[in-house]
């Protein structure tokens, strides 16, 4: 059954525009052909701007809702719960109300919103997510939904600004030399020189500046967006500004201010609720752009429909006792302003906001998690003014205001959600009011893509008993975002290794690893991160080997390059008899390959071992390096060229030690000695395995810490003196996956038609390394220890 998530009409008018933000929800059922109001498709295709419809509060129990239509309802599409039964269609309390009763059929080609490949007779734009700055958020289509003017259109006449007029504008500021202004620069030239004027509010006159108050906020608010909120604008956010009000200056504009001017009956420049109420029940018009769906007609007739209106006026004005044009403009730019380039790069928590959607994060029933958030130095808002979202026919859309209004309060970095949160946030992105990093805990089965150019990070456990998920529908789900800005973070159950008993146990719905080795906070950081999320999670695995561990492997060397400079064959070819070169004890070679090998991680290990005090009695007798120059020569140096050239594909900056890093290897003296010589390929991951069964899938283990693999009894039998031997190798990770026992060499895509570089056991903290290609790992040293 599916129970039905009923939106306002005037989102419905976006199903029949080509917009990639309608796409972000499962149609669920939908309606074919869609029906929508005249006005509202009219305007939807004219100005594509949010409304506060957003800000409608809930409707108190007992209260009717707005009388639906006789004919089939107004619909954007559905919040689909499988698991429930369904509620009657058209039953929903923003069913479209009966005083426009009269429907028009989308046409064929609007379907494509849908998915369908029919060409439709409007263009998108990305004018924001290419141009735009804010303070906030990262990069995203502005305003997808908007069509752009087609050459010809009497209303596109003068849309953008000669680029070389811009540059003149910005060298009439920037008057010092310098390439860049400051605000006290921009605010005496927008007063004194009418083209500069002209070229960034050419709405205004802004030489009224000190005597107009909306010129002075709009003057303020542009100048706070050209810098991002810092103190200093460079020519190229001004360029790129002057290009995006420009673009802006279509059909739109004009609606908005036409709009606003009809309000504004007085004529004053600014709106008193007063006029904004008498205006809602008098005016058709200014209650369908403002409130479509809702009769506004009514106001004074129902509590509900009142405090509507009255939430909408308080959304708008942002607190304030009246709407001044600049805030009138800013509210239904909302998405266009908000819309900014990647994230910052990080610097501390303590400047960072998350905003948490409190229902699904079980505050009270699991406060942990939102607990680790705070103790981890966020600055963190709870939104728990809202309902959970998880009842038939709950109306999603009447709380976006809401939660909106709180955004723009506290302008967070990052939006966090669990579990049932996930409908509020697949909302949020619908209705482009949120395209910011975002984090996801548990997908909801509502959420069925992800949007573009948003970077998001989604949690979930192979044993979710709530919301059941296989991995391959999270991995299609996570590859519906922009490259290299969606993360899946996925814990896995590994194979047995004996009936019933696994080494690794994937999560449950509470997702228990998050709470372990500061994983929750690191993947805020991962998507706050401008690198992207992935790459960013991989880094942090550094920190969890020890400082004394990593400057020995900065010392010893992370690329294929730095191996041979300490070689002591003929040319340091690697092509002698010989393979093995004993070290010196006393030298500082030996000294840094057994610091590695003898290292303790940063944090517990996550399989049982022997106490570390045992381990720290080991002893490292000799140290042997490998020097097999046709190894290294034809397995080991081109498959990281060709990982080289895949990460250059793939728009991945390749970090050695990141990318790389050494790792053990333990087998019995055989195998070791077929390794140690081969000049083709040391290893063989189609015949490996662990000692058990192949627990992450077919291919060579590796371990991060020399004690697992003591400890797990790989190394072979001890010798007739009670030594053993073990190989420490440098490896190619590349981007690793989670394993699982069912991969046989061939791992998932990670970008078409390149596929992850090898898997991991766990992507929060790995333990264990498998690689799948002979050539991914180089034996450097053989280690005898005691």
Request: aromatic share 10%; net charge neutral; charged share 20%.
């Amino acid at each position: 059954g599916v129970w039905h998530c009923w939106f306002p009409a005037r989102m419905a008018g976006r199903v029949t525009s080509p917009s990639r933000s309608s796409r972000f929800f499962s149609p669920g059922r939908v309606s074919s052909p869609v029906p929508v109001h005249t006005a509202a498709l009219r305007r939807a295709r004219r100005v594509g701007s949010p409304s506060p419809a957003a800000a409608l509060p809930p409707r108190p129990s007992g209260a009717s809702p707005p009388k639906p239509l006789a004919t089939a309802p107004t619909l954007l599409t559905t919040v689909n719960h499988s698991w429930k039964t369904p509620g009657p269609p058209g039953s929903g309390p923003l069913a479209t109300p009966a005083r426009t009763q009269t429907p028009v059929v989308a046409p064929p080609t609007a379907l494509s919103a849908w998915g369908d490949s029919t060409p439709t007779p409007y263009a998108t734009t990305r004018s924001a997510s290419a141009q735009g700055t804010s303070a906030r958020g990262t990069s995203a289509p502005a305003r997808p939904w908007l069509p752009i003017p087609a050459r010809g259109d009497d209303n596109a006449s003068d849309v953008f600004l000669p680029e070389r007029e811009a540059h003149e504008a910005f060298d009439r500021i920037a008057t010092n030399g310098t390439d860049s202004f400051c605000k006290l620069d921009f605010f005496a030239a927008m007063q004194k020189d009418a083209s500069v004027g002209r070229a960034v509010l050419p709405d205004y006159d802004s030489s009224r500046l000190l005597t107009d108050e909306s010129t002075y906020d709009a003057v303020d608010a542009a100048f706070a967006t050209m810098a991002n909120n810092g103190q200093r604008v460079t020519r190229k956010s001004f360029l790129a500004y002057v290009r995006r009000s420009r673009a802006d200056k279509t059909p739109k504009t004009r609606a908005i201010r036409h709009i606003f001017d009809k309000i504004d009956v007085d004529g004053s420049g600014s709106i008193s609720k007063l006029e904004f109420m008498a205006a809602m029940q008098q005016d058709a018009d200014v209650n369908e752009f403002v409130l479509p769906g809702a009769d506004s007609s009514q106001v004074m007739h129902s509590e509900w429909l009142f405090d509507a209106v009255d939430a909408a006026f308080e959304a708008i004005a942002a607190g304030k006792k009246r709407i001044e044009v600049a805030d009138f403009e800013r509210y239904f730019y909302r998405a266009t302003v908000s819309a900014t380039p990647m994230a910052k790069p990080l610097t501390n928590r303590s400047s960072r906001r998350v905003f948490i959607i409190g229902p699904g994060f079980a505050l009270q029933l699991n406060p942990v998690q939102g607990k680790l958030i705070e103790a981890a130095g966020f600055q963190v808002h709870w939104c728990i003014s809202v309902p959970n979202p998880e009842q038939p026919n709950f109306p999603v859309s009447l709380y976006l205001g809401q939660i909106m209004a709180e955004i723009d309060r506290f302008q967070p970095d990052l939006v966090a959600c669990a579990s049932k949160g996930g409908v509020y946030v697949v909302a949020l992105w619908q209705m482009g009011f949120w395209r910011g990093p975002t984090l996801l805990l548990n997908a909801h089965p509502s959420c069925k893509r992800l949007p573009e150019n948003v970077p998001v990070v989604l949690a979930q456990g192979a044993n979710d008993e709530v919301y059941p998920t296989s991995r391959a529908d999270l991995e299609r789900l996570v590859s519906t975002g922009s490259p290299n800005m969606s993360f899946l973070y996925y814990t896995a159950n590994s194979g047995e290794i004996s009936p019933g008993m696994l080494t690794r146990t994937g999560d449950y719905h509470n997702q228990e690893s998050l709470l372990l080795n500061d994983c929750l906070p690191r993947l805020i950081d991962a998507a706050l991160a401008p690198e992207g999320p992935e790459v960013h999670m991989v880094r942090t695995w550094r920190h969890q080997r020890s400082q004394e561990r990593l400057e020995a492997e900065r010392w010893l060397g992370l690329r294929p390059e730095r191996l041979r400079e300490r070689w002591s064959s003929r040319g340091r070819r690697g092509r002698d008899e010989r393979v093995l070169f004993e070290i010196p004890t006393g030298s500082d070679e030996f000294q840094h390959v057994a610091a590695v090998f003898k290292a303790a991680p940063a944090e517990k290990e996550a399989y049982n071992l022997s106490p570390q005090e045992e381990w720290d009695a080991v002893q490292v007798l000799r140290v042997e390096r490998i020097e097999n120059g046709p190894q290294q020569d034809g397995g080991f140096t081109p498959y990281c060229e060709n990982v080289y050239q895949a990460f250059a594909a793939q728009s991945i900056k390749f970090e050695a030690g990141v990318h790389t890093c050494w790792a053990f290897h333990g087998a019995d003296t055989t195998a070791t000695e077929s390794i140690v010589t081969n000049q083709v390929a040391g290893f063989q991951p189609l015949a490996s395995g662990s000692r058990n069964a192949a627990l992450w899938g077919s291919g060579t283990y590796f371990a991060r810490d020399a004690h697992y693999v003591a400890d797990s009894h790989f190394c072979g039998s001890p010798a007739s003196d009670g030594t053993r031997q073990m190989l420490m190798c440098l490896i190619m990770l590349g981007m690793p996956c989670v394993g699982d026992p069912q991969h046989r060499g061939v791992l998932p895509f990670r970008q078409k038609p390149h596929r992850y570089n090898s898997t991991v056991d766990s992507l929060s903290c790995p333990e264990i390394y498998i690689l799948q290609h002979p050539g991914a790992a180089y034996p450097a040293y053989l280690i005898t220890f005691a």
